[in-house]
């Protein structure tokens, strides 16, 4: 019970802040098994009976207790995001366990507080037009292009895109010349960025 409260607590204390998670480790089970955490939280497993360990099978960063005996308590402090898996070695047919962790609240709140879609080559171009998204955390994007009266004209990319920068090339082919805005949508996310595909003629004009 006083486990239950503290949990409450602790979701009633904000958003940002950071939580600790315990995983019981009992009956040849870690409870819960798949466990979903926020960057910045700490996980802290309890051995109640039984002689065990914490032994990482993959995920982003190293942790673990290697060692294998009872009455421990372990605590490790997750900062990457992404999913790692884990075993009980003695007991790995039975005892596993995931921790997922996701980025914390506050990123999620404003997603495109830092997130950019920007012109990476000449504007007004030809031929092609690069651009850089840039992304807080990884989303499954779609990037289109829109033509001046709103109709998407093409699809540049549809998939997920990584945490940072990720270049992008529309080749225009045989688009019209003239104004195009590409978007770059996720969930809670929408870019833009407006290009002008310059005519042939003008793109291959010497001086006068
Ligand atoms: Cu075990």
Same mark, same amino acid.
């Given at each position: 019970m006083r486990t239950f409260l503290l949990a409450l607590l602790l979701c009633a204390s904000g958003a940002s802040a950071q939580t600790?998670?315990?995983v019981v480790v009992r009956s040849f089970t870690f409870t819960p098994a798949?466990?979903?955490?926020?960057?910045?939280?700490? =996980?802290?497993? =309890?051995n109640e009976d039984g002689a065990h360990n914490v032994s990482q099978l993959s995920g982003p960063e190293a942790f673990g207790r290697p060692d294998v005996g009872a009455g421990?308590?372990?605590?490790f402090t997750f900062?990457?995001?992404g999913t790692s898996t884990y075993q009980c070695?003695?007991?790995s047919g039975v005892m596993?366990?995931?921790i997922t962790v996701t980025s914390n609240t506050s990123t999620e709140e404003a997603p495109d507080a830092s997130a950019s879609l920007t012109l990476a080559s000449e504007n007004p171009f030809t031929g092609s037009v690069r651009l850089v998204l840039t992304l807080v955390q990884s989303e499954t994007v779609r990037v289109a292009v829109f033509d001046a009266r709103g109709r998407e004209v093409d699809v540049i990319y549809e998939g997920v895109a990584a945490a940072g920068q990720t270049d992008f090339v529309w080749a225009a082919g045989a688009s019209r010349p003239g104004v195009y805005i590409?978007?770059?949508?996720a969930p809670g996310l929408a870019l833009s960025?407006? =290009?002008?595909?310059?005519g042939k003629a003008e793109a291959h004009t010497g001086g006068h």
């Open positions: 600790t998670h315990t798949a466990l979903t955490i926020e960057a910045g939280d700490t =996980v802290r497993w =309890v421990w308590t372990y605590e900062s990457q995001i070695d003695p007991h596993q366990g995931s590409i978007r770059a949508t960025q407006g =290009v002008s595909l310059a």
